[in-house]
């Protein structure tokens, strides 16, 4: 075990020798970047209320959304870079369905958007693969709480702003990997480890997921 770990180690080593990241020191690059999003909001794992007098629980699901944007990036050297990015960002909280007694709740979720501002430091482990670390910041642009009542054959849908309820500034922790094909193409995927709360008075923070595809230009 000891001799394979040794040879595994060895292996590492020489490929971080001889691996180059595809561009040169000293060189800048745009790349326009589209993706999804799975999202959260921690501490908000389950949703408490009442309907008609009685007491529901509806448990979260997964959050589904979207992102867009652009990021330039500077190579310093072989292995470093650092990239600045904005765009828009869907994300949010979502619970499943509940019903009670003649009426059903469907559609429950808080629709969050932002427009991110990450700053993140590449280090390129061999030739197109990158891990990533640094800082967002990030502004909200809107926030709303909405579900669907339906009783009988009616429906009813809420769409209630929530904005001054929330915190409009958003700092987080960003990580994650990406891979530059020889095309030029690149897939990303971060996870964005939110620091700062939501909502005002409660204890809870975004949570995301990210993967993009974008196109790399060289300038």
Known sequence: MKKLFLVAAMTVAALSVSAQSKVKPGTWSIQPKAGVTITSVTGLDEFDGFMNDVAVKSESQVNVGATIGAEAEYQINDRFSVAAGVGYIMQGKQWDDYKVPGTEI??????????????????????????????????????????????????????????????????????????????????????????????????????????????????
């Open 106 to 219: 469907k559609d429950l979720k808080i629709d969050l958007g932002y427009i991110n501002v990450p700053i993140v430091a590449n280090y390129y482990i061999f030739k197109g693969l990158a891990v990533k670390a640094g800082v967002q910041f990030a502004f909200m642009t809107n926030a709303k709480y909405k579900y669907t009542v339906k009783t009988g054959n009616t429906e009813t849908t809420q769409d209630i702003d929530i904005k001054d309820n929330c915190k409009t500034f958003d700092f987080s922790i960003p990580v994650g990997v990406s891979y530059e094909f020889d095309n030029h193409i690149v897939i990303d995927a971060r996870y964005n480890i939110g620091v700062t709360k939501v909502l005002d008075g409660a204890t809870n923070h975004n949570s995301v997921l990210l993967a993009t595809v974008g196109y790399k230009f060289r300038l």
